[in-house]
């Protein structure tokens, strides 16, 4: 005797599950520009990788003799799958059922995605799209009271954040827990136009008599609320993308740097760029005249190995760029200041994005190379009032605590406070500076006067006098004279920088090596 009925009833169950929330939900998401969960999976992952856990879960129906009629799939998918060849943990939001919110089986099964991840040290992927919370306020009719909130396995999304790399993709309208699921995560994306976060959507929010009013239409409401613009200039994501698809690339480019969990090394990749590679364009990358900017992406694009620098949370705390590269194939985390923005002086977000990134360095190891023209923290009394020196500090904290190897390189400015957070000046100084260094405890020209104010007020040309004090601090504020002390440790020729810096990646990776 087989077992062949039972058999036929699980194949009829998964065909239940495949059907989503039926063909009109389907045709709605479609319409709305949105793949289903399904298809976003098989997108996401190496072809044919995906092994979906719980297909089958859900709330099913039944005639008065007990026999299945139907059953509504629960909103959650995920699973095990490859990325680049590697195993990951892969979740989606099913939003044509009920938006996505908590059904039957949904609390159990978001929770094991989150335990499978941890425990079996597993990169998490998930894809978000709808509240993916505890239903409406219906439900409480339904329960027949009220409760005090509460997340199941919350402890588990924390765990993740110390243990494997956590990329969220918002991929729809994410309000309350499917927004808290989007921000808990080391690197988040967002659709423009498609993706809208908030901790409560614009009906709600207008229902409570807030003050925002949006648009009366329901879109444009969402928009002006929580879209992409908001939040990738905010820093509470990190990325914003103009297709589903984008976002799975660079979902996969992320993983591509990083371990597949705390504990093991990331990977280095093959390298066809030579070590030795010398750009003559480096040599007038930096204007003589200091108030002259220049690109530090292309300096970027020109240092580290061709086409792998991959930059991360660019519309928000402008003033340093993060990214991701690779030296001679090696993984490195990169800090650059971006003299474009505010002159590369560090205010408050600045500084939140740099402490993030050099606490994300740390924790899945990889080598920081810190690329250095900074001012100073901004200054004046906007920046007083978003608390800049606090968050200044806080990154630098990162920067002192950090134990991974920091190489930098200054290449203009480093003054002040600011200045000093280029690195750990208690440990070994793994530095080289350009001709064109210039620094201080505070920029000249921002001194000067003051400095100078009895004799300039007591010289019968003043403007020659002032002349004559610059020309001789000129001569003092030379990098030769600091390299004299050994105030820097070597100025270099700028064409040396890659190859000096990938010479520092194979001995970064050679001490981190050494840790395992």
Request: negative net charge.
């Amino acid at each position: 005797m087989s077992w062949e009925n039972e058999l036929e009833e699980l194949r009829r169950r998964e065909a239940m599950a495949e059907q989503m929330g039926g063909p009109e939900k389907l045709a709605r998401q479609h319409g709305r520009g949105k793949m289903n969960a399904r298809a976003r999976l098989a997108a996401l992952v190496d072809d044919g990788s995906f092994r979906e856990i719980g297909k089958i879960a859900g709330k099913g129906q039944y005639d008065e003799d007990g026999n299945l009629e139907g059953v509504l799939p629960a909103p959650f998918l995920f699973g095990k799958a490859l990325i680049n060849g590697r195993p990951v943990v892969a979740t989606a939001d099913d939003f044509t059922i009920r938006g996505g919110a908590a059904d039957a089986g949904i609390s159990r099964k978001m929770v094991q995605a989150e335990k499978m991840a941890h425990e079996l040290k597993m990169p998490l992927i998930r894809m978000i799209d709808g509240t993916g919370g505890g239903g409406s306020v219906k439900t409480l009719e339904q329960i027949g009271a009220t409760y005090i909130p509460a997340v199941p396995g919350w402890s588990d999304v924390v765990k993740n954040l110390d243990t494997v790399p956590v990329v969220a993709l918002a991929l729809g309208p994410t309000a309350g827990l499917g927004a808290a699921r989007t921000v808990a995560s080391h690197y988040s994306v967002m659709v423009k136009g498609l993706s809208q976060i908030f901790a409560a959507g614009p009906a709600v929010v207008d229902g409570l008599g807030e003050s925002y009013k949006g648009s009366t239409d329901h879109q444009q409401a969402k928009e002006d609320l929580g879209g992409s613009e908001i939040h990738t200039r905010n820093g509470v994501v990190d990325d914003e993308v103009s297709s589903e698809a984008e976002a799975f690339a660079r979902a996969r480019h992320f993983l591509s740097f990083m371990p597949e969990h705390v504990g093991q090394l990331a990977r280095r990749s093959l390298c066809t760029d030579p070590v030795h590679r010398r750009e003559e364009a480096l040599l007038s990358l930096v204007p003589r005249e200091e108030k002259q900017v220049y690109s530090m992406r292309r300096c970027m694009e020109m240092v580290f190995d061709q086409g792998t620098v991959f930059e991360i949370g660019r519309m928000w705390g402008r003033a340093c760029i993060t990214a991701l590269a690779r030296l001679d194939g090696w993984p490195v985390m990169v800090l650059a200041s971006d003299p474009s923005y505010l002159g590369g002086s560090w205010e408050a977000k600045t500084s939140e994005k740099v402490e993030r990134f050099v606490k994300l360095a740390d924790q899945f190891r990889l080598p920081i190379v810190h690329l250095v023209d900074n001012p100073g923290f901004m200054i004046g009394r906007e920046a007083e009032m978003a608390g800049t020196i606090r968050y200044g500090v806080q990154a630098m904290n990162a920067v002192y605590k950090a134990s991974v190897p920091l190489a930098s390189i200054v290449l203009r400015r480093a003054y002040g406070i600011a200045g000093s957070a280029m690195s750990n000046a208690e440990t070994f100084q793994y530095r080289y500076c350009w001709p064109s260094g210039d620094w201080g405890s505070l920029p000249i020209a921002g001194g000067l006067e003051v400095a100078y104010k009895s004799e300039l007020e007591a010289a019968e040309d003043p403007e020659a006098e002032l002349a004559a004090i610059r020309e001789r601090l000129d001569k003092v504020t030379s990098p030769f004279r600091s390299a004299e002390r050994f105030n820097v440790e070597d100025i270099i020729d700028p064409r040396d920088t890659r190859p000096l810096l990938c010479e520092f990646a194979q001995l970064a990776w050679r001490k981190l090596e050494s840790e395992t």
